[in-house]
């Protein structure tokens, strides 16, 4: 399981959802038990499947996970210095940026300066 996975499903854990990799919820599931039938059909992916080879050969795959998604105010120099030994460094921004990660460093940058990056590029 890559960062990214383990990052959802951290999150997902989390928050009481049981998302996971390839997890999908049943629309017989939900119709069974939601309020009085209001939710009729639904079929939804909780996660998107990816390309994720890159995740599989970058460096943060051989390192535990608590330095990239470090507690509020702990220092995230250890994941930044790992980040820029990286060769999928690009590849993992790239992937932060396009699917909205909100939480830990990627790509060498950390959610504040990810979310910088976002509002120069938008203008």
Known sequence: ?????R????R??????MAGPDRRVDAALIERFSA???MLRMHYDTITPIDSAWQERALCAQTGADFF???PG???????????????????????LSHDERFGVWGGLSEKERLRLRRAENG
């Open 1 to 5: 399981m890559g960062l990214a996975q």
């Open 7 to 10: 990052a959802v499903v951290r």
């Open 12 to 17: 997902s854990t989390a928050s009481g959802t």
């Open 36 to 38: 009085r039938g209001t």
């Open 69 to 71: 998604f470090p507690e």
């Open 74 to 96: 702990s220092s995230v120099r250890e994941a930044k210095r790992i980040c820029g030994m990286c060769e999928m460094r690009t590849a993992c921004l790239e992937y932060a």
